[in-house]
């Protein structure tokens, strides 16, 4: 007999246990789901199985094969789009000439299926649904049978007012071939929502078989615990694998080559798998203990699901939790009910989890910390709250406002009560709800709050220290996702904090170790009065002035709807240069930019400045930080031609001292200094560490490669604004023009690439990188740069991703391909030995 397995479902309420594997691959008493539905059908005939896959196939697949292992034999059918239950069905025609059963592939039955098919046979049924008496219908369909079971009426998901029976459909039909003439070929066509309807309009001989035994579908994570109690309590009838045997006062299942210390004390039923180590004084209570599964000495369990290879530290206290595939939770960590622990996650010694907080696979929860809210992050949340470019999250789903709440409790407690922080935004919405949350946990903290509310980056890093702020805050959306928010947390001097004061932060937010103030001490709210004042102070003070009203350029600025246009264009005004502005308003939609959006907005910015005949355009972020150039021959210029562009002028400028460029910026930066006696300092790629080296002695200029520049005499961080102005300053000095000068950068060749690389694996491959790059000229600034003839290759690990950059410089671009192959290729290699 055939059956279908519908086995492609995503698994959304089963998460975080369903992230690494599809729903029907998730253990039920240390076997998938699915292969207890398998066995199922192999004991009642159904031997001849069509599996339908959408959702990683492939793990279905390894682990059932061609069925012959489970004495049945399977077929695997995928369709491409989603064609919803009834819709897979008719995908599978071609292999349905006679009665057929459905099944879903996560569902906990132990029904008769025979006596289903001689009850269909026995109607002549087209469709016979196999129905269950349930105490709660309203997460099911209700259906209405007469007394001869024909199916009168169908209820999906009723309401209460529509529960006119306990009689709910279980997700398993028993059908004929005529009933897929009734499906529309390569269409989303559900059983519920459409077949079964339709069918009742044509009345179609369909039947209700109300079976015997039990049945429950495992749809959240509350019925998969609950699901484990009930095969605990033999309330279905199965099979566990195992010898029995009385352990105190209770019954262990124990597995192959399992070892149980006499000491253990057991209450209840217990399965314990293969290859496991009880250690002595563990207590055990009706508990499901997965197979290469360690439990220290002393450890407490009470109604836990454990999967494979877990390892539980001595004194753990674990309470009707599910912890997933290779965890380790350290010694004394006190895990609450409720709680779901997702695979590779690692639970600190002392760790606490409160009940209920699901924490998504790859998680790192340190010693001693409290954790009360899920962390649902991907792997950036594994290693660190904070990235490369601050705190990034999905909006309302990673970074909503209790975490912004207890991120801004956290930062006030590190400064401690008193401090004066300064805050402010983008124009986005959301940005202003993250911030005001954070605002709350700052005053929470007794931190006094200037709000600046919407203003640009560099104005909010220059006002910092003005008048005694021990640090700051900016809220934006992501230049680049229109989903993500980026938090900024800054220093005392305005620039990004360092990694030190990161990990101070974290621990006091994860630990949620801050002391809250008093209610006659919680901070106050005030709006800085002369933050635009100091700035627009401090920026005609660093820029020649005369020069500028006297130079005649004609520029066209594109504002990107930022908040630059709230301050810039005053300023422009009291300099007396000619500016054609473009979007100089604010408007939260247009915050973020798609790549195609941005390419767009150059193409239009470059027709501009040839229509207007301009000396230069030049397109602001939204952060006002970044800036994009277009010559006066309207190109674009490339961003590491720009910084080596600005570099050049800078450097014309002056005599001796340093700039600074990342470690992955052509070596052409260094040909360009030579003739001016300037050093060139190779810095670390981050943000905080190009800022910092700002900050050093002799230091006149900085860039990033990517649209950044710092004049430090200004001040030490990223300013699209000033650089502008300080752009068109130099070149009125020399009386260039940027095409020209672009022509003086000599010509090089650079290539990028990402490579795929498992994060437990980046420090194996940076040991292997380090030694093979021994015996030849190489440097550590940032990564592994090694030298070669003229050419360099760096191989940077990501901060953020589980990726590692491969940057290539060479003389010619067969020469950088070359390379770049060669060594992408080692780095796959080094990762596997």
């Known amino acids: 007999m055939k059956a279908i397995i519908m086995a492609g479902g995503f698994g959304t309420r089963l998460r975080p246990l369903t992230v690494n594997i599809p729903k029907p691959m998730v253990p039920m008493a240390n076997k998938p789901m699915m292969e ?13 199985l069509i599996v339908m896959l959408y959702y990683q196939p492939e793990i279905i697949i390894r682990h059932f094969g061609d069925g012959s292992a489970f004495g049945v034999k399977i077929e695997y059918l995928r369709p491409q789009a989603d064609l919803g239950t009834a819709g897979c069905i008719k995908f599978a025609e071609k292999d349905l000439d006679d009665s057929f059963l459905v099944i879903s592939g996560d569902l906990l039955t132990d029904f008769n299926l025979k006596t289903v098919l001689s009850a269909h046979r026995r109607k002549k049924a087209l469709a016979t649904l196999v129905l269950t008496r349930v105490a709660d219908p309203l997460e099911y369909g209700v259906v209405i049978v007469d007394e001869k079971m024909r199916i009168q009426r169908f209820l999906e998901k009723p309401s209460w007012g529509e529960v006119f029976s306990d009689t709910s459909n279980t997700g398993i039909y028993l059908l004929e071939p005529d009933v897929l003439k009734h499906i529309p070929k390569d269409r989303s066509f559900d059983f519920s929502k459409n077949l079964f309807p339709l069918l ?17 579908d495992v749809g959240d994570l509350s019925e998969y615990r609950l699901a484990h109690y009930d095969l605990l309590d033999e309330r279905i009838r199965t099979d566990f694998p195992g010898h029995p045997r009385k352990v105190g006062e209770g019954e262990v299942i124990i597995g192959d080559n399992t070892h149980v210390d006499p000491k253990v004390v057991c209450e209840g039923r217990v399965l314990l798998g293969d290859h496991c180590r009880i250690e002595e004084r563990v207590k055990l209570s009706n508990c499901v203990i997965g197979n290469r599964v360690t439990i220290r000495a002393g450890a407490d369990l009470t109604g836990c699901i454990i999967w494979d290879d877990v390892t539980i530290g001595a004194d753990a206290q674990i309470e009707e939790s599910v912890i997933g595939a290779r965890c380790q939770v350290g010694d004394q960590a006190d895990i609450a009910d409720g709680a779901i622990i997702g695979d590779d996650c690692v639970i600190g010694r002392g760790a606490t989890i409160h009940s209920n907080v699901k924490i998504w696979p790859h998680k790192h929860v340190e010693d001693g910390a409290v954790l009360s809210t899920s962390l649902i992050w991907g792997e950036r949340w594994t290693r660190r709250l904070f990235g490369a470019y601050g705190i990034t999250g999905l909006c309302n789903r990673e970074i909503t406002p209790e975490l912004a709440t207890r991120i801004g409790a956290a930062y006030g407690a590190y400064l401690g009560e008193g401090a004066y922080v300064t805050t402010s935004r983008d124009a986005h919405m959301a940005s202003r709800m993250i911030k005001r949350a954070m605002i ?17 980056i560099p104005v909010v890093r220059y006002e910092i220290g003005q008048e005694g702020e021990a640090g700051g805050i900016h809220v934006r959306q992501s230049p680049f996702d229109p989903n993500l928010v980026d938090i900024k947390l800054l ?32 901070g106050e709210i005030i709006t800085p009065p002369r933050a635009q004042e100091y700035y627009r102070a401090g920026f005609l003070k660093a820029v020649d002035a005369p020069l500028l009203q006297s130079s005649k350029i004609k520029i066209v600025i594109d504002y990107a709807f930022s908040s630059a246009s709230l301050i810039l264009p005053d300023i422009l005004g009291r300099l007396g240069l000619e500016v054609v502005s473009l979007n100089a308003y604010l408007s939260a939609p247009r915050v973020t930019k798609t790549a195609e959006e941005f390419q767009t907005a150059l193409d239009r910015l470059s027709t501009i400045v040839m229509t207007l005949n301009a000396d230069a355009g030049f397109l602001i972020d939204t952060g006002a930080e970044k800036v994009f150039m277009i010559d006066e021959k309207g190109k674009r210029i490339p961003n590491e031609n720009a910084l080596l562009l600005v570099a050049k002028l800078v450097m014309q400028d002056i005599r001796g001292g340093a700039v600074g460029v990342p470690v992955n910026i052509s070596a052409v930066i260094e040909r360009l200094a030579r003739p001016h006696q300037v050093d060139v300092r190779r810095l670390r790629t981050a943000p905080r560490y190009i800022m910092d080296a700002s900050r050093e002695a002799n230091m006149k200029f900085v860039g990033d490669g990517i649209g950044g520049f710092i004049f430090p005499q200004f001040q030490p961080s990223f300013d699209a604004m000033f650089a502008i102005v300080k752009i068109i300053e130099l070149l009125a000095r020399h009386k260039m023009k940027l095409n020209a000068l672009s022509e003086e950068i000599p010509p090089f060749e650079t290539f990028h690439q990402k490579v795929p690389c498992p994060w437990d694996r980046k420090g194996l491959v940076m040991r292997r990188a380090i030694e093979a790059v021994q015996s030849m000229s190489h440097e550590l600034v940032d990564g592994v740069k090694v030298f070669d003839n003229g050419s360099w290759v760096l191989l940077l690990p990501d901060p953020d991703e589980a990726t590692f950059h491969v940057w290539v410089e060479a003389s010619t671009k067969n020469e950088a391909r070359t390379l770049m192959k060669e060594y992408s290729q080692k780095i796959k290699v080094w990762q596997t030995s």
């Open 36 to 48: 207890h539905i398998v066995r199922l059908l192999k004991d009642n005939g159904f031997d001849d």
């Open 491 to 522: 220093d005392k001097t305005g620039v990004d904090l360092s990694s030190s004061q990161e990990r101070a932060i974290e621990q006091l937010f994860l630990r949620e170790d801050f002391k809250r103030a008093t209610p006659d001490r919680v």
């Open 440 to 456: 709350s946990g700052l005053l929470s903290t007794g931190v006094k709050v200037g709000d600046l509310r919407t203003a640009p």
């Open 200 to 216: 009742l309009n044509l009345q179609a001989p369909m039947f209700g078989h109300i079976a015997e035994g039990y049945w429950k």
